[in-house]
């Protein structure tokens, strides 16, 4: 066996490293974006967020003079010290924004 997993993303993803505005419960907070496709994103988020937690996320998109506000589920929390690494599944995406989402992935490099 090679030992690498086989691929289960659905959608393309793009390296990405702007912030991110997410809230929950507890208010907003500011996140890192690691990568990004049109179904998720993955980010450094600075406290532990539960899987299947509903985040509001705010996305202004490099280049882009709109603000997108986007509904997710957390899917994934893996403690990175001193931080923690967040996978986040959209729930809710407005047509712009998917537009929006979808030129931003096909216009920069795939993430590894």
């Known amino acids: ?3 690498t997993r086989p ?3 659905r959608a393309p993803r793009a390296k ?15 996140a890192a974006l ?5 179904s998720g994103l993955c980010c450094v ?7 299947m937690s509903l985040l509001q996320i705010d996305l202004e998109l490099p280049g882009c003079e709109r603000c997108h506000r986007l509904q997710g589920a ?17 729930t809710e ?8 989402l979808e030129s ?3 216009a920069h490099a795939p993430a590894a």
Do not use: H, N, T
Not at 74 to 90: G, H, I, L
Not at 93 to 100: G, L, Q, W
């Open 104 to 106: 931003y992935v096909a």
């Open 7 to 9: 691929e289960r993303r």
């Open 45 to 51: 988020y600075p406290q532990e967020l539960s899987e």
């Open 34 to 38: 690691k990568d990004l496709s049109i």
């Open 93 to 100: 995406v407005s047509a712009e924004a998917k537009a929006a």
């Open 16 to 30: 990405a490293s702007f912030p991110i505005l997410m809230s929950d419960q507890k208010g907003p907070c500011e």
């Open 1 to 3: 066996m090679s030992g």
């Open 74 to 90: 957390v899917v994934r929390c893996k403690a990175v010290p001193p931080s923690y690494e967040v996978a986040v599944f959209f």
